[in-house]
């Protein structure tokens, strides 16, 4: 299984700016599926994004054109960049891997979009 940490959340106001890193255990080149997922409170765990190994992305329409998916490979590390941030972004946000058969779970980081 893949250990993956995420940072980068926290308290920002309406319209703001955030990144998101996700940093993981082992080589990400041969990662065919990793994923940012959120789940504010009261609600089921979404997708956000995604990006598989051959660097295709794809996007949860509330979020397009406003946040980007991105992975650095010499850093085993994932990215979500958000902008023009919204209060029904307030989630905690959680990176995935899948690699063959085994599902992996970042701890989650806290987003909060408020004035």
């Known amino acids: 299984q893949v250990r993956l940490v995420e940072s980068g959340g926290g308290l920002v106001q309406p319209g703001g700016s955030l990144r998101l890193s996700c940093a993981a255990s082992a080589n990400i080149f041969s990662i065919n599926y990793m994923g940012w997922y959120r789940q504010a409170p009261g609600k089921e765990r979404e997708l956000v994004a995604t990006i598989s190994g051959a660097g295709t992305t794809n996007y949860a329409d509330s979020v397009k054109g406003r946040f980007t998916i991105s992975r650095d490979i010499s850093k085993n590390t994932l990215y979500l960049q958000m902008n023009s941030l919204k209060p029904d972004d307030t989630a905690v946000y959680y990176c995935?891997?899948?690699?063959?058969?085994?599902?992996?779970w970042g701890q989650g980081t806290q987003v909060t979009v408020s004035s």
């Open positions: 995935r891997t899948d690699t063959g058969s085994i599902r992996s």
